[in-house]
C-alpha cells in the first residue's frame, strides 16, 4: 500500500503543477515560494541521509516550505494571497491552529487514536516539535483550498438568494439551526461520554460535531459562513476546503511516513488496511476535518480580534483573508 501512496502523491504533485504552469499567473512569484520549494527538496535529501535535526523535525519543515510555495503560486495569479496581503491575519491564523488543534489532542486523550513520537526527551525541544507541527495545520489548509481556487479547479457560483418553500422561511432556519447546534453537542459528547472501547471508534463523530456546533453560531452572528454561502446559491469555498483536506491528508501521511518524529495511528477499524501510516478509513476525516478548521477559525476570530485590539494593534481583515 505504500507503494501505491507514492504513486497517488506523484500523480497529485504533477496534476497540482501542471495546472498550476498552465494558469495565467500574471504576477511575479515572490521569492519566499522559491525558498520553499528549494527547502522542500533539500529537507527531503537531508531526511533519507539521516541528517539531524531536519530528520527529527521534517514534518513541520515539509509542511512550512509547502505553504509557503502554495502562498506564493496564489499570489502569481491573484496578486493577493494570505501571506504576501494579509500578513498579520497569517501570523494570527497559524499561531491559533496551535490550541485549536490541542483541542483534539484533549478528545484523544480520551479516545487514544493517535500518539506523536519520536521528539527528543528534551522539554523545551519537544515542545518546540509539537508547536510548530500544530502551527501549520491550519494554514495549510486555508492555503490549499486558496490554491485551488485560484487554479479555477473549483469555480465560484454567481450568489443568489435560494428559494424557500416554506410559509415561514425564518421559522425553519431557526430550527434547523437549533437541531444542528443540538446535534453538534451530542457528537462531541457522545465519543466522552460513552465507554472508551467504544469511544475509540466514534472519533469520527468529532470530525463533524464542531462544523453542527459552531456554523450555526457563526451563521446567526453574521461571521464567515459556510451556511451562508450555501443559502445564497454558492458552494465554491465548501468544495475548495473539502478537497483541500483530502489533499492534505495525503501531503500529511507521505510526509509524516518518512520522519523521524511523526503521528502513530491506533486507528481500531481496518487497522492493516493502511496508505503509510493512516488506515484507509482515516482518511474519510480530512475532509469534514478541513470544513471543521475553517468553522472553528471563523468562530474564535472575532475574540481574537477584540483580544488585539486591547493591545493596541490594528483590526484584522478577517472578511476577505477568509474568502479563500
Known amino acids: 500500500m505504500t507503494v501505491l501512496g507514492i504513486l497517488i502523491f506523484l500523480f497529485m504533485a504533477g496534476w497540482v503543477l501542471h495546472r498550476y504552469f498552465r494558469t495565467s499567473r500574471p504576477h511575479r512569484f515572490p521569492r519566499e515560494g522559491s525558498v520553499g520549494a528549494a527547502a522542500l527538496l533539500i529537507s527531503e535529501v537531508l531526511l533519507f541521509a539521516e541528517v539531524e535535526p531536519v530528520a527529527i523535525y521534517f514534518t513541520p519543515i515539509a509542511w512550512t516550505a509547502y505553504i509557503f510555495w502554495a502562498d506564493a503560486a496564489v499570489f502569481s495569479i491573484r496578486g493577493k494571497s494570505l501571506w504576501q496581503t494579509y500578513r498579520s491575519e497569517f501570523v494570527c491564523l497559524a499561531l491559533c491552529s496551535i490550541p485549536l488543534w490541542l483541542v483534539f489532542e484533549a478528545f484523544n486523550l480520551r479516545l487514544a487514536n493517535w500518539v506523536y513520537v519520536g521528539l527528543p526527551e528534551n522539554w523545551w525541544a519537544r515542545h518546540f516539535g509539537y508547536a510548530w507541527s500544530f502551527a501549520t495545520i491550519w494554514p495549510a489548509i486555508f492555503e490549499t483550498a486558496t490554491l ?177
Open 148 to 324: 485551488l481556487r485560484a487554479l479555477g479547479v473549483i469555480q465560484p457560483s454567481p450568489p443568489k438568494e435560494r428559494t424557500s418553500y416554506s410559509r415561514n422561511p425564518a421559522r425553519l432556519l431557526n430550527r434547523t439551526k437549533t437541531l444542528a447546534l443540538l446535534a453538534g453537542i451530542i457528537l462531541l459528547a457522545l465519543p466522552v461520554l460513552v465507554p472508551q472501547r467504544i469511544g475509540a471508534y466514534l472519533f469520527g463523530a468529532v470530525w463533524l460535531g464542531f462544523i453542527l456546533l459552531l456554523e450555526p453560531i457563526n451563521f446567526h452572528l453574521g461571521r464567515q459562513s459556510l451556511w451562508r454561502d450555501w443559502k445564497q446559491g454558492d458552494t465554491s469555498r465548501l468544495k475548495a476546503l473539502l478537497a483541500a483536506g483530502l489533499i492534505c491528508g495525503l501531503l500529511w501521511e507521505f510526509w509524516n511516513y518518512w520522519a523521524q518524529a511523526r503521528w502513530v495511528y491506533t486507528v481500531p477499524i481496518l487497522p492493516e488496511w493502511k496508505i503509510f501510516a493512516m488506515p484507509l478509513l482515516g482518511y474519510l476525516g480530512f475532509p469534514p476535518f478541513a470544513v471543521e478548521c475553517f468553522v472553528m477559525f471563523a468562530f474564535v476570530a472575532p475574540f481574537l480580534d477584540k483580544v488585539l485590539r486591547k493591545a493596541g494593534c490594528k483590526e484584522h481583515n478577517w472578511g476577505e483573508a477568509l474568502q479563500l
